[in-house]
């Protein structure tokens, strides 16, 4: 059973800065894309960033480039999302997600989820 469990949301200020972790278990995240989408409440699931296979690449949203920084530990069967400059409009439930696919963007392509961290940023 693959399962997927996300730590590391809470409560931050404006400005602030958030670290995100997803461990994975029940298949071996280096075969797999990873990545992270977030969704705040009455609308859709909206990417953040995602990471290749073997880290070659990465590819972020508009709203978070320069901000955000995807990384992975295949070792530890693991992918993390720094998370930095946080607005308010930062606030949502964040998940990470795992793909088969070579570049992760849409919601679409991720086979699982994890069960979401609370992200809250205050103004």
């Known amino acids: 059973q693959v399962q997927l469990v996300e730590l590391g949301g809470g409560l931050v200020q404006n400005g602030g800065s958030l670290r995100l972790s997803c461990t994975v278990s029940?298949?071996?995240?280096?075969?797999?894309?990873l990545g992270w989408f977030r969704q705040a409440p009455e609308k859709e699931h909206e990417f953040i960033a995602s990471?290749?296979?073997?880290?070659?690449?990465?590819d972020y949203a508009d709203s978070v480039r320069g901000r955000f920084t995807i990384s992975r530990d295949d070792a530890r069967n693991a992918v993390f999302l720094q998370m930095s400059s946080l607005k308010p409009e930062d606030t949502a439930n964040y998940y990470c997600a795992v793909s088969p696919v070579f570049f992760l963007r849409f919601p679409a392509q991720a086979d699982y989820w994890g069960q979401g961290t609370q992200v809250t940023v205050a103004s």
């Open positions: 990471i290749s296979r073997g880290s070659r690449n990465t």
């Open positions: 029940g298949l071996s995240a280096s075969n797999y894309a």
